[in-house]
């Protein structure tokens, strides 16, 4: 099922959840809605299932109108973070409640239910567990029987509110793998919230980038990623360091410093205020001698992982960036804490400051 929300308005009270959102999510794809606390994501998802109701616009399903549809009506699978399972029931009776719950004239036969009971459990992997409650599932077994329930109902839609959210880093990796895979099995639409810029970046087919209430950037991960649209595109997806300077004929000045020169910088009257990101692995470290190029700092220290290096360093004015190296160049480098150094980009991506951007 398709589904396309336009001009999308919510507030609550003085606060402005959304403001005018225009989103198209065709048949079949996994979306991430992926932004900070408080920017309107789960929101928008819970307008989408009919929980919640818009201000202003509408959301269509297959290009019907169903602002006005009851939740029950909209053929909609929602999984929230905190699994929302019955503790009182066994895991078969959590899966089979919604089935168990229809109209009477629409209802499955028992025989019905227990068959795709025990199919939903295998395509879940948990098929063992019928006979258990709850309490005896740990956190990622739960948000796996919680998928199993909302596909009972064979929705055309699913909703996912930061579903990994409460486990622990390693059953969340393990997790998002797994959801990956079975949704390229199943092909269900699919939308879900997070603020793990990983998590989005690893598992959806596109990623929908929000902020106060409004879309920032929409694309499939590597290119919001490598192209980011804006200064927080930038600033959230990734480390990344970030240098408020002026432009200058050589290049972005930055207090008594000279970054060199980027080609992105075009159109930018000189001594325009700016925005200057480069990536930790687009930085590097050169023995302070005195030249003007790059920027001055301060080691602060060295870690290393595997085949790279991490250095975390202090600017003059107090500011810490970030380095990413090989282990061979770190090495050659010998850097010892409190060197003086200074910082120079192989690649520099240049916005035009804006008051109230959110930077």
């Known amino acids: 099922m398709s589904i396309q929300v336009r001009n999308i308005a919510k507030r609550f009270g003085s606060f402005t959840a959304l403001d005018g959102v225009t989103l198209d999510f065709p048949s079949g794809e996994l979306v991430a809605l992926l932004g900070p606390s408080g920017c309107g994501k789960t929101t928008l998802l819970r307008i989408i299932a009919g929980l919640e109701k818009a201000d202003g616009g509408q959301v269509l399903l297959e290009g019907e109108d169903a602002s006005s549809r009851h939740v029950r009506e909209r053929q909609v699978g929602f999984v929230f973070q905190h699994y929302a399972l019955f503790r009182h029931m066994t895991v078969f009776d959590n899966v089979a409640f919604g089935m168990r719950m229809k109209p009477r004239a629409q209802r ?117 990623y490598r192209q980011p649209a804006t200064p927080f595109v930038y600033s959230f997806l990734g480390a990344v360091n970030l240098f408020h300077g002026r432009v200058d004929s050589e290049g972005v000045r930055v207090g008594d ?56 360093l202090e600017g003059s004015d107090g500011q810490h960036f970030e380095v990413e190296l090989t282990r061979e160049r770190a090495e050659a480098l010998d850097l010892a804490a409190g060197q003086a150094v200074r910082l120079v980009p192989s690649n520099l991506r240049i916005f035009e400051y804006e008051e109230g951007a959110g930077i």
């Open 108 to 224: 499955p036969t028992a025989r019905q239910i227990r068959e795709k009971v025990h199919s939903l459990l295998e395509l879940v992997q948990l098929d063992w567990l019928a006979d258990r409650f709850p309490s005896q599932l740990s956190g990622g077994q739960r948000q796996r029987i919680a998928l199993a329930r909302a596909l009972a109902v064979e929705p055309r839609v699913l909703l996912l509110d930061e579903p990994f959210g409460a486990l622990d880093a390693k059953v969340r990796k393990e997790l998002r793998r797994w959801l990956r895979r079975l949704h390229d099995e199943l092909h269900i639409t699919s939308i879900f919230v997070t603020h793990d810029q990983e998590e989005a970046l690893e598992v959806a087919d596109r990623v929908v980038l929000m902020n106060r209430g409004r879309v920032e950037q929409v694309g499939a991960p590597e290119e919001v």
């Open 257 to 312: 410093d000279l970054l060199p020169r980027a080609a992105q910088e075009g159109g930018l009257a000189e001594g325009a205020q700016v925005l200057a990101f480069a990536r930790p692995h687009e930085l590097d470290i050169i023995a302070d001698g005195g030249g003007e190029s790059g920027m001055a700092a301060k080691v602060c220290r060295a870690l290393s992982f595997g085949a790279t290096t991490r250095i975390e």
